[in-house]
């Protein structure tokens, strides 16, 4: 066994103390003949955490799990495990300013490469709330950069920032529009869902963006389909294909487009 006798003379007159700090072993050995004292874990420690408990805890909280379901598991198998208290200090105290810190460095690459093509910019964007109906306190708005498939912004609003939480998805808009200008870089287009509030501010205060719309194949007219197979071809006719930017009356700055 390793820790049987003394590493340095060999003795087997050894005591051995055993403790578990959550998912970590330590063993404390003392030689009761050189009375050296020697310490061995099971895990390295990251500053006095040891690093499985904090793995362990970024594995339930990435991985979308319950604390408590995942630990009850473990646990019942003989896995030790750090408690559920201390689970809910590493996420405020390590993991969530982890993901920060990770989430603003790569924003900051992206934006620092979009601004050395200086290619104007196609977005796609959309907002999502907390609950449904108008009961929602948190909304978020992600714009995505449609050519490259890449999240190149997230914005949170918060109902009491706003008339109501109906506007928080156009309050989303207006930030994700600022911060990439102070980034320096230029909307070309946007893609949205039919958001009436929206369509109206790009309309009246984003003269240089064009405003195009995602919408449901099923939602379309039979000409307006005729006009879209006809302009991106009948093979493109599944039906899962959403199109934008159907071309409707009522708007002035919209063109066809499949995504
Ligand atoms: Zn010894």
Redesign the pocket.
Known sequence: MLFDS??????S??ELQKRLFGSNLKVTQD??????QSEWSSQPFLAATPAGNLLLSAAILFGGQGPNEVLCLLNSMGVTTHSVRSFFIHPEKYLLPAVERTWDEHVHDLHRMLNETGTPLIIGGDGRADSPGYSAKYGSYTAQKLNHNKIIHLQLAQNNEVKNSGHMELEGFKRMMSSLRVAGLTVEKVVTDRHRQLAKYVREQELDVLHMFEVSKRRLTSSQRRRVSKKWGTGREASTITYTGVPQSTTNKEEDHER
């Open positions: 003394c590493r340095k003379c060999r003795s007159r050894v030689c009761l003949r050189c009375n050296r």
